[in-house]
Nanobody, 124 residues
Framework: QVILVESGGGLVQAGDSLRLSCAAS????????MGWFRQAPGKEREFVST???????RYTDAVKGRFTISRNNAKNTVYLQMNSLKPEDTAVYYC??????????????????WGQGTQVTVSS
């Protein structure tokens, strides 16, 4: 069982920055593939970014160049640095983890564990 706890959400203005954190339990964090998803009201949960245990990263097109995912294995934590925030980034942001080596990193069902989510609201 892996427990994920997100933090760092809040209310900001367009153009501001936020850094989300996701702390994970477990002794094998370095072997997890970690992901960030978001869900806006009335919309499906969508992929934002993922980081492999090799530190390779992927992003959805909407956040490329603005968001950066990173991990600190010594702290069992994954981060999402969000810059130049836009109102359309408003959503609940979820952290996710899996031990699976292969799969569709952008699909929610690829991941086995989820956090409770943290709200990000960007005002115009």
């Amino acid at each position: 069982q892996v427990i994920l706890v997100e933090s760092g959400g809040g209310l900001v203005q367009a153009g501001d920055s936020l850094r989300l954190s996701c702390a994970a339990s477990g002794r094998t964090f370095s072997s997890y593939v970690m992901g960030w998803f978001r869900q806006a009201p009335g919309k499906e949960r969508e992929f934002v970014s993922t980081i492999h245990w090799s530190a390779s990263t992927r992003y959805t097109d909407a956040v490329k160049g603005r968001f950066t995912i990173s991990r600190n294995n010594a702290k069992n934590t994954v981060y999402l640095q969000m810059n130049s925030l836009k109102p359309e980034d408003t959503a609940v942001y979820y952290c996710a983890a899996t031990h699976k080596a292969y799969g569709n990193h952008a699909a929610p069902d690829y991941y086995d564990y989820w956090g409770q989510g943290t709200q990000v609201t960007v005002s115009s």
